[in-house]
């Protein structure tokens, strides 16, 4: 009682303490414009605001950890009227005001060149275009990023300089442990599972673009969804948000947006049903920004693609488009039933992969330093339009004597192109029917 007598009235007109206050009338609109971004730079640490996307951008927690958020009008608005007091004056009187309505629109598209640059948001160690691994928690100017580890997580200590028998464990823990139960029809599929765990981690080693991992199967039940939670869970700490495409294009175009909008490093595309042939999703493989408008607005923004993304089917019909921007994991249980196998290595495996979430992220930084500490070597096969990926992806895999990396692309494309085998196969019968007597198309038909 004795503190609130002493304490001195506040007013609701007068401004709060700290806070700028900025005039509105009679002055020009980039004098306006000064002041506000004036009253926002010294809180945008503690609003960890960003320069991204063309825009605006803040970080926001949500039940699925951290994201990126594209600021709008209306949010800006709100961010504007709680950092400042905004006042108007009329002869000796001064009252309260509001933002002009166009300072709102005009901070986010001129976002003030004071502000950092925010690219993504990670949640485990990955290593940054200078080959460093990221640790630290927080934001890293070099790299853009925003690290913030999961509760509990700890990274053991790794060598810079790892040993051979350093990487052949972690070879092994890998695949005798963490992949272990799932039936790959190939070498070549357990690799390309491996590149897939491996990029998350060193996406921003590759200065170009990366390929779909294509996680297929002859029947339902065989680890398909599975293998990319597991992926995920190692790289993201949970496990994947399944998403569709449709065949409308204009629709794919949205939900891609949205994806790179909110920094996703690992996008799944689950349970493709039919023919995956989709012109957004091609480009989208091979650029290395996306630039589209947001919806309900008129500007455009650019994202950057460095997300790893997985595509999970059952005898996936793919056009040729798709289907050389793509590489293979094929499971093949060769049963009927798969779903009803048991006598696993780890049982349930999600659980036990987030158990030894930090033993695993080691073996994969491993992996990685080892391949940096013996000079970055190429991998020796190479991958129209991803040349980048194929030579980091084959190199880490090489080193660690991983063998199958990018071997079975002939045999992938063959069974993929189901267009040009169809076509083939109507050529030979036209040829065999009528050889090479002119035929008319009533005839042919």
Not at 137 to 154: N, Q, T, V
Request: net charge negative.
């Amino acid at each position: 009682d004795v503190l609130v007598a002493a304490a001195t009235p506040h007013s609701p007109d007068e401004p709060l303490p700290g806070l700028a206050q900025i005039e509105v009338t009679g002055r020009q609109l980039r004098a306006i414009f000064t002041d506000a971004w004036s009253a926002l730079l010294p809180v945008a640490t503690d609003l960890r605001l960003f320069h991204g996307a063309g825009g605006l951008v803040r970080i926001i927690d949500s039940d699925g950890g951290p994201q990126i958020q594209l600021l709008d009008e209306a949010t800006m608005f709100g961010l504007l009227v709680r950092h400042a007091d905004w006042i108007a004056r009329h002869g000796s009187k001064v009252t309260d005001a509001k933002p002009p309505k166009e300072l709102a629109r005009d901070m986010l598209s001129m976002p003030d060149p004071a502000l950092p640059a925010l690219e993504a948001i990670v949640t485990t160690p990955v290593f940054t275009p200078q080959g460093s691994l990221l640790t630290t928690p927080g934001y890293d100017p070099a790299s853009r990023l925003w690290y913030e580890p999961m509760p509990g997580f700890a990274l053991p200590e790794i060598p810079t300089e790892p040993t051979e028998d350093d990487a052949a464990e972690a070879v092994r823990l890998l695949t005798e442990e963490l992949f272990v139960d799932f039936p790959f029809a190939a070498e070549s599929d357990e690799a390309h599972a491996l590149a897939a765990l491996l990029l998350p981690f060193v996406r921003r080693l590759i200065p170009g673009c990366a390929p779909i991992h294509l996680i297929e199967a002859p029947t339902p039940g065989s680890g398909k969804s599975l293998l990319a939670d597991l992926i995920s869970i190692v790289a993201r700490g949970r496990a994947c948000e399944a998403t569709t495409l449709t065949r409308d294009e204009n629709e794919a175009r949205k939900k891609i947006t949205a994806l790179l909008a909110h920094g996703a490093p690992i996008v799944l595309v689950d349970n493709v049903r039919n023919e995956l042939d989709s012109a957004q999703l091609a480009s989208a493989l091979t650029a290395e920004a996306w630039t589209d408008r947001i919806l309900g607005a008129t500007r455009m923004v650019e994202f950057p693609n460095r997300a790893t993304w997985l595509v999970t089917a059952n005898n996936p019909k793919l056009s040729l488009e798709i289907a050389r921007r793509s590489i293979r994991i094929r499971l093949n249980p060769e049963q009927e039933q798969p779903w009803e196998r048991d006598g696993f290595k780890h049982d349930p495996i999600r659980g036990w992969a987030r158990q030894q979430r930090p033993q695993l992220v080691a073996a994969v930084v491993t992996l990685v330093q080892y391949w940096l500490a013996r000079g970055r070597p190429a991998g020796h096969r190479k991958l129209g339009s991803f040349e980048d990926w194929a030579a980091v992806m084959g190199g880490i895999l090489r080193c660690a004597s991983v063998r199958g990396f990018l071997e079975d692309t002939a045999d992938f494309y063959a069974a993929a192109d189901s267009d040009s085998q169809e076509w083939r196969a109507f050529a030979i019968a036209w040829a065999d029917r009528h050889g090479q007597q002119p035929v008319k198309v009533s005839d042919l038909v």
